[in-house]
């Protein structure tokens, strides 16, 4: 059974830091491309970040240079380092893998950056 498991939110201050993990298990970590992405209230969910087996990564362009995703294959886990935190940023985050067409999501974890 594969469960991606999802910690590290809460609220924040804007110009805060946050770092996101996600664990896996029921997978072979190292051949999947892990990432992040987000949905805010009556929004699409989109791609945050990802990165390859490879350790290529990939941010979607409003993140970039504030977030940085990296992995540890001999932990099954991902991370998201969140930093210099926005209003805009507040969504409920959710892991991904992704592997020869079968793709897994975490339960989500609820980030919100508010005064």
């Known amino acids: 059974q594969v469960q991606l498991v999802e910690s590290g939110g809460g609220l924040v201050r804007p110009g805060g830091s946050l770092r996101l993990s996600c664990a896996a298990s029921?997978?072979?970590?190292?051949?999947?491309?892990m990432g992040w992405y987000r949905q805010a209230p009556g929004k699409q969910r989109e791609l945050v970040a990802d990165?390859?087996?490879?350790?290529?990564?990939n941010y979607e362009d409003s993140v970039k240079g504030r977030f940085s995703l990296s992995r540890d294959n001999a932990k099954n886990t991902v991370y998201l380092q969140m930093n210099s935190l926005k209003s805009e940023d507040t969504a409920v985050y959710y892991c991904?893998?992704?592997?020869?067409?079968?793709?897994?999501w975490g339960q989500g974890t609820q980030i919100t950056v508010s005064s």
């Open positions: 029921g997978i072979t970590f190292s051949y999947f491309t």
């Open positions: 991904s893998a992704r592997s020869y067409g079968n793709l897994y």
């Open positions: 990165i390859t087996n490879g350790g290529t990564t």
